[in-house]
């Protein structure tokens, strides 16, 4: 499980159960299977995965990957049924593949983004529109190319696209699926994933000091 090859993955907690379970996730890919960066095993993804979402994410998604590798028929759609939502993401987000070589042209990318619509449709997932946001905006994407200089990255110049972007510009951004889908994938199946999670608090309200007995009479 240490050297397996590793794919992301975006887990969203619907409930207090849920919250509980992705700390739990998040202590074991830190504590237990960490090797150069946080992992999980899918097992253990499975045992806690009560009061949980899970979405196939970007490029370095196993989904995503698994259509630019041209991978078996029966293969994607096992991984179709494993997530929760699929998602898809801007062009310029993925450009960067048709520099390296897997993707021939951008109308490749807009063809693998139908394909995860059409998966989608065909199993019942929801497909949401996702901006893959690192930054607010293009300002403060000086600021990570900078940290991915001296990380050794050497293409920092290319890493652009990646800011937060507002309703209309997601619209406009995927029109080539016509208006219809757009609205859907850009607002309602976003909306439809959210109103799947309860309010909450990522730590409960209050202060939780520790309770000995007799401590107050002792002090």
Partial sequence: VMKMPTYHAIILATNDIGRIN???????????YYNKRPRVP??????????????SACEAGELYRAIVGGRPQEEIIRLVKFYDYLEIQ?????????????????????????KLMAL???????????????????????????LRAGQGFKDVEGD?????????????EFMYLGEEKAYEVVIENTNRIADMIEPMMPVPEGKFPPKIAGAEEDL
């Fill in 42 to 55: 899918k097992r253990e993804f499975v045992k806690y995965r009560e009061g949980l979402l899970l979405g």
């Fill in 120 to 146: 989608g449709e065909r199993y019942g997932k929801p497909v949401g529109a996702t901006g893959d946001a690192h930054y607010f905006d293009e300002e403060e994407g000086r600021y990570r190319r900078i």
């Fill in 22 to 32: 992705l700390y739990r996730l998040v202590s074991l890919s830190h504590l237990t």
């Fill in 160 to 172: 652009k696209g990646l800011d937060f972007r507002t309703t209309q510009e997601m619209m406009e």
């Fill in 90 to 114: 801007p062009l310029i987000n993925n450009k960067f593949l048709i520099e390296n070589g897997p993707v021939k042209n951008e109308e490749e990318l807009k063809e693998n983004n139908r």
